[in-house]
């Protein structure tokens, strides 16, 4: 396997979620996006956990784009993200501040990443994923939807 360097997401609740496209505008216009901006008024989701709610999850998280077969989000948390994939493709993940520890689940089982502030990372497609930020991190990633979620110990138990 092979991971090219960043991620994020954000979580559902349950043992297994499953993110659906949002709406979007397709007006053809051409904009740049001041992320800065798009997150100053969301608020850093604290203690990220299975607790949290997707209410909680979705206001942490600014859809930034539609892009491809998804979106480009950006957000701030801190704690454990559920284990997730995008079996419809790759997902770039870039950490904008903070750090965190991105693993991912290969054939050979897990392999995590410390990642910190500049650093960006590929995500293979069909690829459970989860971040572990003790602190906090801010991240923007292009994501693939749909996007399955869950708790599991081990996520390759999950069909």
Not at 16 to 30: A, T
């Amino acid at each position: 396997m092979r991971a090219h360097f960043a991620k994020a997401g954000w979580a559902g609740r349950g043992s297994v979620g499953i993110q659906q496209p949002h709406e979007r505008e397709e007006d053809g216009m051409i904009k740049a996006i001041d992320i800065k901006a798009e997150l100053a008024g969301r608020p850093l989701l604290r203690g990220r956990d299975k607790g949290t709610t997707e209410a909680e999850a979705k206001a942490a998280f600014a859809i930034l784009a539609p892009f491809r077969d998804g979106s480009i989000f950006a957000g701030s948390f801190s704690g454990d993200s559920p284990w997730e994939r995008h079996k419809n493709g790759d997902e770039l993940v870039h950490i904008l501040d903070g750090g965190t520890t991105l693993t991912i689940m290969t054939d050979d089982g897990p392999q995590s990443f410390e990642m910190t502030a500049g650093m960006l990372i590929v995500v293979p497609q069909g690829h459970w994923h989860r971040f572990h930020a003790p602190d906090r991190v801010t991240v923007l990633t292009a994501t693939p939807l749909p996007t399955e979620h869950t708790f599991a110990t081990d996520p390759r138990a999950v069909a």
